[in-house]
């Protein structure tokens, strides 16, 4: 599941429908390169209600996977209130503490790669600064914080919610002037990337935000995964239309390099979301025309509301845990699981001149 991470789209201008005879949904250009040649590859439902379908495209110039058709407007009303869920909660009880404890674990594990990356730094961890793009509720930085760094969150309008104790939450985008000039020892993009509809815009604004020798944190679902492959328009982790990008671990690895980031690790497991992933995908394929209906029931609200179904789609879940952890340890293994986490160190500027170079 991606139960704590939002982003912060800016549309692309698309070409204007009546300059080509087209009344119909706008047509978007590459989020990366604003490329207009493509391939489609599928047609899948929108995640909330499966009445909009949108394309799923490959750009015929920088081979970025992408969500084809969608507007400012349509992106606009996909971020609900119901998406974000409350300020203290968004899904039942027992799922929220595993949340908390992975958020944990995971700020622990960040820090302890940063420092094993940089031993001979001065740098005392009470003073290194983290930056956490689409920061949803802030959890994570919560943790950071506890940890005794400088924790910035950036946040889309629709979530206006509390910040937590010891975390500054800047409402609005990596390019405004109150961010300008501001580097990071650490900054985080945790299932937040796939949402960026300026997307070439803010992998180049990256490194002018990072001190040299920092850590850059990339989470996504991985597109090329063997889910992805298997499940296409069925897949949970497509997300359409808030996912406007579709990441290839290939793709996303060159671009960081051309930024001049060295990749220092990388996996693709996460155990949560990889499991659920394959049972929300199989149920999606299934009964088709109730897709998602698992996770919806898992949120706060409807859980709540509807524990008969939520108890009967639970049953039907548990035959395919066996196999969704199967597939989870597999996929792993051969590089093919469903969520693509990189970490990458920032060389510099003579880092990233050498590597345009090339």
Known sequence: MNPDTHSTPEAVPAPDPADSGVVEKEISLCWNCGGAEFETLFQARDFDTALDGFP???CRQCEL?????????????????????????????LIETLVKMGHRRQAKKILGLYHGRNSDSDTDESVLSVMDIGCGRALLLQEFSKLGTACLGIERDEFRGTAPQGVDVHIGALGDEGLSGRCFDIIIIWHVLEHITDLGCLLKELPAHLNPGGLLVISVPNFSSWQSR????????????????HFEKDWLQKKLTSLGMEVVS???FTASQNVFGFIQSSLNRIFPRK??????????GDGRKNWLALTGWTLLA???????VLETLLGESSHRGATLSIYARYRGQDGRAESSDN
């Open 56 to 58: 799923v495209r490959r």
């Open 65 to 93: 996977c992408y969500t084809g058709e969608v507007s400012e407007a349509v992106l606009a009303a996909s971020y609900s209130r119901a998406y974000y869920g409350s300020e203290k909660a968004k899904f039942v009880s």
């Open 230 to 245: 298997f499940f296409r328009q069925h897949w949970f982790h497509l997300d359409i239309p808030r996912h406007v990008t």
């Open 266 to 268: 990388q996996n693709t």
């Open 291 to 300: 897709p998602n209906r698992l996770y919806k029931l898992l949120t706060r």
């Open 318 to 324: 548990i035959p395919l845990a066996p196999l969704a």
